[in-house]
């Protein structure tokens, strides 16, 4: 069925007036569309991993931290900096701005939404299957608020693939015995 505005009504899962071109750590999930299993072979998880690696050739702000590709899904650790230097420092406690009214910016889509873009075509190329969805439209984030938060997502980013009999994004997970 074709989006329509006066039944759809999409709520934005974004935090309202915060500005998400921001100094920070963002932990972002994208999921391939419908869940589709498309990241078991080789081929697809290398482009994954040179579209993420390259995102901050892009974008001189951004510099990336944990990844992990997941058969249907990625999770990373996307850091934005002002002055875009070659570490990202501590992170100090970071509270929601709203200071700022001007959306346009909205760094962190415009990269997620790039990195999304590049990675399909060069899939749907490999997959013989141009114009097809590989991800689901939208992604979830989270501000990662200070270094311990940081340490606790790097921790989850790590740990993913070792939990994924069990991960509600695995069609086949086995459920426990409670």
Not at 31 to 36: R, V
Not at 49 to 73: A, C, E, K, S
Not at 116 to 142: A, D, F, V
Request: hydrophobic residues 30%.
């Amino acid at each position: 069925m074709k989006y329509n505005p006066e039944i759809h009504h999409r709520r934005s899962i974004r935090l309202k007036e915060y500005d998400y071109s921001s100094e920070g750590a963002y932990f972002v999930t994208i999921c391939a569309y419908k869940k589709e299993m498309y990241f078991n072979d080789r081929q697809s998880a290398e482009i994954i991993q040179q579209g993420w690696n390259t995102l901050p050739d892009r974008y001189p702000t951004v510099r990336i931290d944990g990844f992990v590709i997941m058969q249907n899904h990625v999770h990373g650790i996307i850091l934005i900096a002002s002055d875009a230097p070659n570490e990202v420092g501590a992170i100090h406690e970071l509270p929601l701005r709203r200071d700022r009214k001007d959306r346009r910016l909205m760094t962190l889509s415009k990269v997620v939404g790039y990195f999304k873009m590049n990675t399909s075509k060069q899939i749907n190329k490999i997959l013989q299957r141009p114009g097809c969805p590989i991800w689901q439209r939208n992604y979830y984030e989270h501000v990662i608020r200070n270094e311990d938060e940081l340490t606790r997502v790097r921790q989850y980013i790590h740990d993913n693939p070792l939990n994924w009999e069990t991960d509600e994004e695995n069609p086949n997970r086995r459920r426990g015995d409670s």
